[in-house]
């Protein structure tokens, strides 16, 4: 995780009245497990539990979770043990049902299954304790990774090539993402955040990492709320990948470009306006969603 990684941009061809050109950043492309923004933020985390020695990695995260299916990666290539706190005793029984948490297991990470209760108390001393008196020591990173090396990390999603776009867009989980990109843009930027969940704490979140004022969260994209989604939102993203040959995921990238497109038809953007979108990755998710859209009899997403 050593070597500077820069991703490749593609124009997003598309017809509209206002000139609006959209280009995609495909940080979906630059690690075959670890991908777009998960490597961004692991990087310096991986690194300064090395320079504490530490033995052990400990991270938290649902059952679909890119951020578990990514510590669990990284940890194998840098010779770290990982323990991953999953929320939802249920699942115990049900690994190989679940494709991320199989490969997380296939990466070496020992899975502990807590309930939603518990899982409520992650960020808690008194639980962090808890946790060491059971498994040792080890270099804790919070839940989705979110920390001030993450955001560090993120800062290199963007490089001074991207100085011609006016507009950058990323979508948005604990903000972690969005501050490094904010941190690392020009002032006559605007940075534009597309939250894949309701609430309204995120700003805030925001506020403690990113050191300028130039953002905003557009909120009328989330679906109904994390990991929920639309058969419009399915149609669109297949209608995307047929059209441009590039597979969005459902929780996150799939949102943004949604909401995108939407904005860009009802002139959000001035004439002219150069658009940078970053892809932050996530398709691993998109196998174990469709397991979930068939059983509801849903359509589902091309892969
Ligand atoms: C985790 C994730 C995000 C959200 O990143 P934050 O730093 O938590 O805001 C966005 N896109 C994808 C694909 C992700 O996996």
Not at 82 to 87: E, F, H, N, Q, T
Not at 173 to 196: E, R, Y
Request: net charge positive; aromatic share 10%; with cysteine.
């Amino acid at each position: 995780m050593h070597t500077p990684t820069t991703s490749s941009i593609q124009q997003v061809p598309l017809e509209n009245k206002g000139n609006i050109q959209l280009y995609i950043k495909r940080e979906d492309l630059i690690h075959p497990f670890i991908s777009g923004n998960k490597f961004r933020k692991l990087k310096y985390n991986i690194l300064e539990a090395k320079r504490l020695k530490k033995q052990t990695l400990l991270t938290f995260g649902g059952a679909y979770s890119n951020h578990i299916a990514a510590t669990a990666y990284a940890c194998k290539e840098n010779g770290l043990s990982s323990i991953g706190v999953i929320r939802g005793e249920e699942l115990t029984e049900k690994i190989n049902d679940n494709p991320t948490l199989r490969f997380a297991q296939s990466c070496g990470m020992k899975l502990v299954f807590i309930t939603r209760d518990d899982y409520r108390k992650k960020s808690e001393t008194e639980f962090i304790i808890k946790l060491e008196y059971k498994f040792g020591d080890f270099y804790l990173l919070p839940e989705g990774g979110t920390n001030e090396l993450a955001v560090k990390g993120c800062k290199e999603i963007i490089n001074s090539e991207d100085e011609k776009f006016d507009y950058i867009c990323t979508c948005v989980g604990t903000g972690g993402t969005i501050s490094g990109i904010i941190n690392a843009s020009k002032l006559k930027q605007k940075v534009i955040g597309f939250p894949a969940l309701k609430g309204d704490f995120l700003n805030q979140d925001i506020r403690k990492f990113a050191v300028q004022n130039n953002w905003e969260l557009i909120t009328d994209y989330h679906f109904g709320g994390y990991g929920k989604i639309k058969p419009e939102l399915i149609t669109f993203m297949n209608m995307f990948k047929a059209t441009y040959n590039i597979s969005l995921d459902p929780i996150y990238t799939g949102k943004m470009m949604f909401g995108l497109f939407d904005l860009i038809e009802h002139g959000f953007f001035p004439n002219d306006s150069k658009v940078l979108a970053i892809h932050t990755g996530g398709l691993q998710g998109v196998s174990g969603m469709n397991l979930k859209l068939k059983r509801k009899n849903l359509p589902l997403i091309k892969e």
